[in-house]
């Protein structure tokens, strides 16, 4: 059964940073493009990052520049590093993943909070 | 970036009847586009990818169609878990982009 666990959610200033974590199971990791997507309390979902399993990175504008995804296939995780945090930013993370090459994903995370505030 | 409009932003129908939901593309997509289900708490869920290949365990009552910028999910005789938010997403051009969603309600 696929599993994705996300963790490192938490209250931050703005300006501050944040490591979000996936940890993944029950699927060949290093195989599947891995994303994060987030949604604000009440709104829809946005894109935030991709990564394809040569690690290639993909960013919206509205993050590129502060979010740095990343993956360690040894440990079948995969991270998001948030820099210069906003309010705008404060969410729910979800990591979710999807066959090489594939858009849509067919899995996700159950999601972690982000909240920036001061 | 690609501009998902869906429309409408709520729909009501009774359990038992069909729901039409509309989705369209600034720009061609191809048939890169895919729906998602959401519950409130839960994540969302693949129904269809590919414009219209049902995800593994989605029942058949759903169904896509459309290609380049229209497109529509179907869903025959609504059950009462089917009451949720719906969102289409496209993936053909970088970044990946979501419609606003449609809450589906029961009437």
């Known amino acids: 059964e696929v599993q994705l666990v996300e963790s490192g959610g938490g209250l931050v200033q703005p300006g501050g940073s944040l490591r979000l974590s996936c940890a993944a199971s029950g699927f060949t990791f290093s195989s599947y493009d891995m994303h994060w997507v987030r949604q604000a309390t009440g709104k829809g979902l946005e894109w935030v990052s991709t990564?394809?399993?040569?690690?290639?990175?993909y960013y919206p504008g509205s993050v590129k520049g502060r979010f740095t995804i990343s993956r360690e296939n040894a440990k079948n995780s995969l991270y998001l590093q948030m820099n210069s945090l906003r309010a705008g930013d404060t969410a729910v993370y979800y990591c979710?993943?999807?066959?090489?090459?594939?858009?849509?994903?067919?899995?996700w995370g159950q999601g972690t909070l982000v909240t920036v505030s001061s | 970036e690609i501009v998902m409009t869906q429309s409408p932003a709520t729909l009501s129908v009774s359990p038992g009847e069909r729901a039409t939901l509309s989705c369209r593309a600034s720009?061609?997509?191809?048939?890169?586009l895919a729906w998602y289900q959401q519950k409130p708490g839960q994540a969302p869920r693949l129904l269809i990818y590919?414009?219209?290949t049902r995800a593994t365990g989605i029942p058949a009552r759903f169904s896509g169609s459309g290609s380049g910028t229209e497109f529509t999910l179907t869903i025959s005789s609504l059950q009462s878990e089917d009451f949720a938010v719906y969102y289409c997403?496209?993936?053909?051009?970088?970044?990946?982009?979501f419609g606003q969603g449609t809450k589906l309600e029961i009437k």
């Open positions: 979710a993943c999807g066959a090489a090459g594939t858009g849509a994903p067919t899995h």
């Open positions: 720009q061609s997509l191809s048939s890169n």
């Open positions: 990564i394809g399993t040569a690690g290639d990175p």
């Open positions: 590919g414009a219209s």
């Open positions: 997403q496209q993936y053909n051009n970088w970044p990946y982009t």
